[in-house]
């Protein structure tokens, strides 16, 4: 309630000082395909200015006058108009592409003097025009492997599922997806991200200066926005690939006695077929591997003021190896949208949203086949207001609901099979977030972005929840230095919906910008983020079979507070611009498992894990070079990230397992002439963690490795090379050509380094007591060459 009392106080101050001004408003859109533009900079002769929002809708309140109204986006032409505001005025606008500026690298979302004066920092935004120009693995461009080019975003390896955020796990990234949460991110284990660039109009990720509209993560949020589909006319395209195709139609829908469309639909597939060539190998010939994915959107206009959206998407991974394992996984979504504009200076948008991962293991080998089944599942909704008050204030406002539904496991056997089926008991809550979110510019030289966000996890039943003898499931044992599980000393039923554990969480935000002069500024952004979802896992980098669990009477939610500093640059007329940051974040009631943990098949995770704290600290920059035949970027970073949990590795700090103390990204992109663009990146890292053996011992005449220090030693660094070159099409032909060669010096980058028993000594089988070091890497040099066409 106070919440909503304190906005109705904002609300009558700011309209007490709207006397005799006017509202100029209206939407943006790309002239050759009708999709909206998100992020286009709007200014006014008075050096007053908004942007658009994603549904590409703009609103700006001045004083009555006459302006020169200037529309400015890259990659598209300027538009400059006089318009005389003596009353609310709505102007459309559509924006042509400049191609001489095709070539340029789209770094952020607008010029590199928006990088300056915005108050948002620590933010990275990209088209799916910039990630198709990169060089690829496998001939397939890819949204997670792009973003990894930047500053403070890694990943553990390069079979990773999922990314790495300023030293955060890959479970504390919130990705969104039109919206709806995606669980897991990769297909084939992590070599690919399930997101089809064809599909993809743009992105925002947040490393930091987090918005109030976002929570339930601590470290970052990817917010993706796919294709709404061209209004204009039919297209179609194709892309053949050595591993995959992918196709995309779209077109308008619903044209008025006008021949103006009234909607559009976007229609995406894309499917692999990488299992064909498993199967020409020896060693591979009785594995069976692939994915597809499918994306869906469609939207409608109802009037000028009211429009509807619905978008989906479907994915699926299958792997199986004949006669002893399968498993499968996959995210299914599906948004409804409704956007109206309630008055020129409002906009509501209402989003139901339903998300579902589910991923299982089979068990395929003879008298024991099963199946275990779980899934992951949760129905959001969320309505946001924005309030465009004037030229120096906006204010967005909203309530962001989800119910949760927890299916750990599920064990139905299989053919003959002896096992018996086991059903592991649901789990169910509910999060709930209110926010306030005011962007303001107090100042030409100062701006603010400030908020608050109060969040409510309630977990509740149908479940059992057992009791233990001292309360907690786990107790340490100092002197023996392990964790004892306790008794059980009885339990409590909960009904459907009844209350087990609540938990609340008061979230600020707040970031402001100095503007030194018209060139360069300094940045700085504090936020604090509840997530309530754990991702449990035992392994370097997470698997589609690792378990999700909420937080309840013996997992308590995580929470962060992260400070950011930064230096914003641009140098000779926005041809170059650097960006320097310095960051510290605090973790609390992180989650690791303990020494011998079994995750799998565990229904009681309680007993399986411990919290402790974590930090992570750091230093990013970052040089672009935006304009001229060549383009690119150059992006370091020195980092920490740690974790401190009772038990494990006597009870000190130790490194997580994404930490990387440097990491150096160089991308080039040339473009020779209108029929020839080339491409490069160069990656360099130190070794990430790992936990090597410290002795072994035999017990039932099994030699069993001895581990005592968690990540207390290091992998190899790594480096690659990766080069591209693409072939544009003459007048009249429609189709290009992408060649790509991945780690071009064949560079055997180390995934994992594992210890064996010797097993042979001079060609005779037999047990030597002594022990080898073996180093799995992913691939060698990989070539690739895929052909794209339009219709």
């Known amino acids: 309630m106070k919440l909503y009392v304190s906005i109705l106080f904002l609300l009558s101050f700011f309209m007490a000082q709207a006397q005799d001004q006017y509202t100029l408003s209206g939407y943006i859109k790309d002239k050759t395909s009708g999709e909206s533009l998100w992020g286009v900079n709007i200014t006014v002769s008075t050096n007053q200015g908004t942007i658009t929002n994603d549904y590409g809708f703009y609103s700006i309140k001045l004083a009555k006058g006459t302006y020169k109204v200037s529309i400015t986006y890259l990659g598209f032409k300027t538009i400059e108009k006089e318009v005389v505001l003596d009353s609310d005025q709505k102007i459309n606008f559509e924006l042509e592409e400049d191609v001489d500026q095709l070539g340029e690298v789209v770094i952020t979302a607008d010029k590199a003097t928006k990088a300056v004066k915005s108050t948002e920092m620590s933010v990275v935004t990209l088209t799916s025009k910039t990630i198709k120009k990169l060089p690829t693995v496998l001939g397939e461009p890819d949204l997670l492997k792009s973003i990894q080019l930047l500053p403070g975003i890694s990943s553990v390896n390069d079979a990773a599922s999922g990314f790495n955020v300023r030293g955060g796990s890959a479970d504390q990234n919130l990705i969104l997806l039109d919206d709806a949460v995606i ?37 970052s949020v990817l917010d993706i926005k796919q294709k709404e589909g061209n209004t204009k006319d039919f297209n179609a395209e194709l892309g053949i690939g050595l591993i995959s195709s992918k196709g995309l139609v779209e077109g308008p829908m619903f044209k008025d ?67 002893f394992l399968g498993t499968r996984w996959g995210n299914t979504t599906g948004t409804l949208r409704w956007t109206s504009v309630l008055s020129d200076q409002l906009f509501l948008q209402t989003s139901a949203i ?350 069993v490795a001895d581990y005592q220090n968690r990540n207390g030693d290091r992998l190899p660094a790594y480096h690659r090379l990766d080069l591209s070159a693409t072939l544009y099409p003459k007048k009249g032909n429609r189709g290009k050509w992408i060649f790509s060669l991945a780690n071009v010096y064949n560079r055997q980058n180390a995934a994992s380094i594992y210890f064996r028993e010797v097993s042979e000594l001079n060609g005779v089988e037999m047990s030597t007591g002594t022990t080898e070091a073996i180093k799995l890497s992913y691939f060698g040099i990989v070539p690739s060459v895929t052909y794209q066409f339009k219709f």
């Open 354 to 703: 339903f998300s579902n991962y589910d991923y299982n293991l089979d068990n395929l080998r003879t008298g024991s086949e099963f199946r275990w089944n779980s899934n992951i599942l949760n129905y959001n909704f969320k309505p946001k207001l924005t309030w465009f008050i004037n030229a120096n204030n906006t204010l967005k406002t909203g309530i962001d609901y989800t119910y949760y539904n927890f299916q750990p496991g599920e064990i139905k056997p299989l053919k003959n099979s002896s096992i018996n089926p086991e059903k592991f008991r649901e789990k169910f809550g509910t999060e709930i977030g209110a926010y306030v979110d005011l962007k303001q510019k107090l100042s030409e030289k100062l701006s603010l972005q400030y908020g608050f966000r109060i969040s409510n996890f309630n977990r509740i039943g149908k479940d059992v929840i057992p009791t233990y003898a001292t309360g907690n499931p786990l107790t340490y044992d100092a002197v023996q230095d392990i964790y004892r599980e306790n008794e059980v000393t009885g339990e409590t039923a909960y009904s459907k919906g009844k209350k087990i554990k609540d938990f609340y969480g008061f979230e600020p935000r707040f970031s402001a910008r100095y503007l030194i002069n018209d060139e360069s500024s300094l940045k700085f952004s504090y936020n604090r983020m509840y997530q309530y979802l754990h991702l449990i896992s035992n392994t370097t980098s997470a698997t589609p079979l690792d378990v999700w669990a909420p937080s309840g009477p013996f997992l308590k939610p995580q929470y962060s507070d992260q400070i950011a500093l930064g230096y914003f640059k641009t140098l000779k007329d926005n041809k170059y611009d650097f960006n320097a940051e310095v960051y510290y974040k605090k973790m609390n009631d992180v989650t690791d498992f303990i020494d011998g943990a079994d995750l799998l098949f565990t229904e009681s995770i309680q007993t399986e894990v411990a919290q402790g704290e974590g930090r992570a600290y750091g230093f990013e920059l970052q040089v672009n070079k935006n304009k001229g035949k060549l383009t690119g970027w150059l992006s370091y970073t020195l980092a920490r990230s740690e974790r401190k949990v009772l038990g494990i590795n006597n009870n000190a700090f130790y490194p997580s397992n994404n930490d990387q103390l440097h990491e150096l990204n160089l991308v080039g992109l040339y473009r020779l002439n209108d029929r020839w663009e080339f491409g490069g990146n160069f990656v360099f890292g130190s070794g990430k963690p790992v936990t090597y053996p410290t002795g072994q011992y035999e017990q039932n005449g099994i030699v």
């Open 183 to 219: 669980y897991n991110a990769s297909h084939l284990f992590g070599f690919f991200s399930v997101f089809n660039t064809d599909a993809v109009k743009d992105l925002k990720l947040y490393k930091g200066g987090i918005p109030s509209v976002y929570g339930g993560r601590l470290s």
């Open 257 to 323: 006695e006008n021949g103006e469309a009234k909607g559009s639909y976007m229609v995406a597939g894309r499917t692999s077929y990488i299992g064909l060539f498993a199967g020409l190998s020896e060693e591979f010939k009785d594995t069976k591997i692939s994915f597809y994915d499918i994306n869906l959107k469609a939207n409608y206009s109802i009037n000028k003021n009211n429009r509807i959206f619905l978008s989906g998407y479907f994915g699926r991974d299958n792997f199986e190896i004949d006669n």
